[in-house]
């Protein structure tokens, strides 16, 4: 079957780094995708990777390896309004996306 | 900046009626979807549709039904509402079946009785 794992939840301090992982295992692979989404909001796009690697974007990178279904998304510097789930989402073979579950991030002072 | 909206944030219907969820686009997007989202689960696809009056069954299309007769607006319909039913509906949209983005609406929590 396919999936997405995550943790469900994480804290972290403000001003400090925090990794959220996910593993996938999916049938056919056509890039990765991580999505912010505050209480009550919709999701908004965070980042794509679809090579191996690093893509960086502000206080937010992204890693991927194929080779072990993984990525993991790096928030640095974290403020209060970082508070939030962090989704992962695979797009498989047929190319509609498979979501993980999303790993709440909560944020201390 | 894309703008997806939903009719209502929030909804209250009574077992077996029948329920309209609306979403509309201003990005004049190829591509529609509709999601359900559930505490502990990932989103899960309902339906979607690539183009006006074509719509595809995604995971979960029991007790769904969907419209799309014009491009910018996509229709969710719960012909017979039953209480596991009850959820966050997400629609999203995005410009092509592989571009990067899905842009999603603020969602409808759907509470049935």
């Known amino acids: 079957g396919q999936n997405i794992d995550q943790p469900t939840e994480m804290t972290a301090t403000e001003g400090a780094i925090v990794q959220i992982n996910c593993t996938y295992q999916?049938?056919?692979?056509?890039?990765l995708f991580w999505y912010q989404q505050h209480a009550g909001e919709a999701p908004t796009f965070l980042s794509y990777?679809?090579l191996d690697g690093l893509e960086e974007k502000g206080r937010f990178s992204s890693f991927l390896s194929r080779s072990k279904g993984y990525s993991y998304l790096l928030l640095k510097e974290l403020q209060m309004k970082d508070s939030a789930s962090y989704l992962c989402?695979?797009?498989?073979?047929?190319?509609?996306?498979?979501w993980g579950a999303g790993t709440k991030l909560i944020i201390k002072p | 900046d894309v703008k997806v909206t939903q009719s209502s944030r929030y909804l209250v219907k009574r077992t077996g009626e029948k329920v309209f969820l609306e979403c509309v686009q201003d990005?004049?997007?190829?591509?529609m979807f509709w999601y359900r989202q559930d505490p502990g689960l990932g989103l899960r696809l309902i339906y979607f549709?690539?183009?006006?009056?074509?719509?595809e069954k995604g995971d979960i299309p029991e007790g769904y039904s969907v419209s799309r007769e014009k491009k910018e607006r996509f229709s969710l319909i719960l012909e017979s509402a039953s209480t596991n039913q009850t959820s966050m509906y997400l629609c999203?949209?995005?410009?092509?079946?592989?571009?990067?983005?899905?842009?999603f609406g603020p969602g409808t929590r759907l509470l049935v009785l």
């Open positions: 999203a949209s995005s410009d092509t079946p592989y571009q990067e983005t899905q842009y």
């Open positions: 990005m004049d997007h190829e591509n």
């Open positions: 549709s690539y183009d006006v009056k074509m719509k």
């Open positions: 999916t049938s056919g692979f056509n890039g």
């Open positions: 990777n679809v």
């Open positions: 989402a695979v797009r498989g073979s047929n190319y509609q996306l498979i």
